[in-house]
């Protein structure tokens, strides 16, 4: 079965600030990652996706996530934050088949700080 | 490009009403479509999936159904609402198939339900 964990609820950082949000995953085959931010009373935006080739990627708003096979992670990373980043981040993972939904984390809140 | 329509954006409603929440893409043809909530702005719960007409897969027993009557419209029911109905509800698609695997999901605006 496929599962995705965001170990922290909350993370704050200082505008300026790098920052890191983390995401492990668990599948049985090869994984597809991706990650999403919603803002306040907003649907999901995707912003950046894993699926074969660099194990760095890059995303929308100067956001990157590094694939990790060994560590099977997969952290969304900005070098440096903004207020307006404040929002709740959802790592998802899917495998097996492209019928069946996305596999989504619960979610962690990112708050940046002035 | 393809577009997601929910309707309404916000309702309250009195327990044991009846409930209909739209949902239509634009723009694609086929679309896996999903139906999510999201209680007190953290995870999703996946309530309803289908890909394709009159094909509905439950994730969660509960007082909800969906139908799927059109290739690009999905609807989320109930005949009578819950107070623990409350909460947002988010459609979203994606391409099916083996272009469904390496795709994301694309979520519409969402529904604020508020069951009194």
């Known amino acids: 079965a496929q599962s995705v964990a965001q170990p922290e609820d909350q993370v704050n950082v200082a505008e300026g600030n790098p920052l890191t949000v983390k995401c492990t995953y668990s599948?049985?085959?090869?994984?597809?990652l991706f990650w999403y931010v919603q803002y306040p009373n907003r649907g999901l935006q995707f912003l950046l996706k894993y699926i074969t080739g660099d194990n760095l990627v890059k995303g929308s708003y100067g956001f990157e996530a590094e694939f990790n096979k060994s560590q099977t992670s997969f952290h969304l990373k900005k070098p440096s934050a903004l207020v307006s980043d404040s929002a709740l981040y959802f790592c998802a993972v899917r495998t097996n088949s492209g019928n069946t939904p996305l596999v989504f984390g619960k979610g962690t809140r990112l708050s940046v700080i002035a | 490009s393809q577009t997601i329509h929910q309707w309404p954006a916000t309702l309250v409603q009195p327990v044991g009403s009846p409930l209909s929440l739209e949902c239509t893409v634009e723009?694609?043809?086929?679309?896996?479509l999903y139906w999510y909530r999201q209680a007190a702005g953290r995870g999703l719960q996946l309530l309803f999936y289908s890909v394709g007409i009159g094909q509905i897969s439950s994730e969660v027993p509960q007082n909800l159904s969906a139908s799927r009557p059109q290739d690009r419209q999905f609807i989320l029911s109930s005949k009578k609402l819950l107070l623990s109905d409350s909460g947002f509800y988010l459609c979203?698609?994606?391409?099916?198939?083996?272009?469904?695997?390496?795709?994301?999901?694309?979520f519409g605006p969402g529904t604020r339900l508020t069951v009194l």
């Open positions: 599948v049985s085959g090869n994984p597809y």
């Open positions: 723009g694609t043809s086929n679309p896996n």
């Open positions: 979203a698609w994606s391409l099916s198939g083996a272009k469904g695997l390496i795709n994301e999901q694309f």
